[in-house]
């Protein structure tokens, strides 16, 4: 019996460092047993040929049926020689009924697109009471600080009519800089309903922006600071990338979790995929809070490859952050839209960054200033 | 080839590699009518001329995932070569080959390496499925589970009626360890 367990666990940890299940250490611990034991080894290449030739076969029946099913609709909509398998009498009565079929077929279509979309619009409420969406309650926004800052922007301005009204900003969230125009990106839900949109550096200086782009499928939002104190940045130190990171590669973040104070998390990249495989996002080992959603995630090198939106309910630093890919797409999708400010056609996302091989003290130091708290009311 | 018509086809695998089922469908309309043509033409039954368009799309399904896939030549003379090549197999097989096989499409590439490496698979195929239908229930459907639906042990011990995870697994083990067992044995032979 015990030889068995014994057993069982060893095929177990092979199975999952195939399937890149691993945590770094384990990963590492399992690879030097490997190197020490040859029949580790030799049962680690068995079972991935095992493995492969079972993911052969499930990849092959699922062609199979799938050919099956064309070849029956295709010879049900004429589109093909071949009799229906059952022929005679009934195929000749469907030809004759043609077009009565292909109405009630659409029918049916439509009926099945409804039917989807009330799945559909059901559906994503029940995993999403597992995730929890990191935007933050502000209960006090006027804090004495703001109130200086704007005191001494407005007589630097020698115009006091010019005061805005204060506004008591209710949620925040966090943004970063996609150009140093004054784009930036957060999440849909950080935005979402909001009247006013504010944002704020880590020096507490705030700029009004507004919403430029929303969308709620892929959870992104951009942002331009439309605000005659901003003043042009440079363009952004880190760089964004369409490509996926590898499994355990080590990443960090920033954001806006506490109050007005920019706050570091760091961690790894556990899974290519998200909450329950969605593939827009994936899933990050770090610890995330309310007021973390919009974070950038960035890996060692300062690449851009995600942006914090949601933690796992019952797990503790098990967040999921939206692929950068989503960025692009959504700057792609802007440009398409007719009234979109036209500035946001000469956004290039920056594709190199200045910050590989630096530590990481000093990567923080150059990226601070484009991470901005985003305050809506 | 015109480029359009190129750019076309290579969409087309991209979207066949995917199994996506527009892509499937676009490839069989286009191409299931003169396959059928050739094979009833020449002794066959219109049976025959699914199984053998089924099996050569199954060529053109592996060649499009394996990504190394060149289109040096349009789907429709591939797919043609391919079933053209398997049935004259299939004909030679069952001594149903006559000397005036009737083909009237002349465009034809060399596809043999193809068919050779298809049926290599196709026999692997065989002996997965043979292996996990003498595995029984709840053996089979406890490894589709877990292995192709990726359903977690939590999942499944919920739906088999386990009584835990852990004992769900344990299952899982002797079920693999019976299908790999029946599996290598029949692999190893070949």
Known sequence: MN??????????????????????DERLHFENLRKADSEVDQMVVEHTLFLQKMNRFNQWQKFQ??????????????????????????????????????????????????????????????????????????????????????????????????IT???????????FIIDGKGYLVTNYHVIKEAQNVAVQNTAGKEFLAKVVYANPATDIAILKINDPNFKTLPGTPYSFTKKATDLAEPIFTLGYPKDEELVYGQGYLSSKTGYNGDTLSCQIDVKAERGNSGSPVLNS????????????????????????????????????????????????????????????????????????????? | MKDSTLEQEISLL?????????????IYGQNYNLVQALVVNNNGTIDDAKDIFQEAMMVLYDKARSGSFELNCQIRTYLYSVARRLWLKKLNQSNRHTADFDDT?????????????????????????????????PCKSLLEAFYFKNNS??????????????????????????????FFSQYKKT
């Open chain 2, 105 to 137: 499409n002349e465009t034809q590439i060399a596809v043999d390496g193809d068919v050779v490496e298809h049926e290599k698979k196709d026999a692997e195929f065989e002996m997965m499925h043979t292996a996990i239908s003498t595995l029984g229930e």
């Open chain 2, 153 to 182: 042990m939590q999942e499944i011990a919920e739906v088999f009626g386990y009584t835990n995870a852990e004992n769900a697994k344990t299952q899982k083990y002797k079920c693999l360890m019976r299908l790999k067992k029946i």
């Open chain 2, 14 to 26: 991209k979207g066949l590699a995917r199994n996506d089922k527009k892509s499937v469908e676009m």
């Open chain 1, 3 to 24: 030889d068995q367990n014994n057993n069982m666990t060893l095929l177990d940890a092979v199975e999952r460092y195939i399937m890149g299940d691993m945590n770094p």
């Open chain 1, 301 to 377: 090198n300062g690449e851009v490859i995600g942006i914090l939106n949601a933690k796992q309910k019952d797990a503790e630093g098990v967040a999921f952050a939206i692929q950068t890919r989503n960025i692009f797409n959504a700057l792609t999708d802007a440009r398409k839209k007719d009234n979109i400010d036209s500035t946001i056609k000469n956004i290039k996302l920056s594709t190199k960054s200045s910050l590989s091989g630096m530590k990481s003290p000093q990567q923080v130091k150059k990226i601070e200033e484009y991470i901005y708290m985003v305050k809506v009311n």
């Open chain 1, 165 to 175: 009204p204060e506004i008591p900003y209710t949620n925040s969230g966090t943004g």
């Open chain 1, 65 to 162: 049926l799938s050919l099956n099913e064309v070849h029956n609709d295709l010879s049900a909509l004429g589109k093909i020689d071949a009799t229906l398998p059952k022929g005679g009498k009934v195929l000749y009565l469907f030809n004759k009924y043609k077009k009565t079929a292909a109405i009630a077929a659409s029918i049916a279509g439509i009926t099945a697109l409804m039917v989807n979309g009330i799945v559909g619009s059901v559906t994503p409420k029940a995993p999403k009471d597992q995730l929890e969406i990191l935007r933050k309650n502000i209960s006090t926004l006027a804090k004495k600080s703001q109130l200086q800052d704007k005191e001494i922007n407005t007589l630097k301005q020698g115009n006091t009519a010019a």
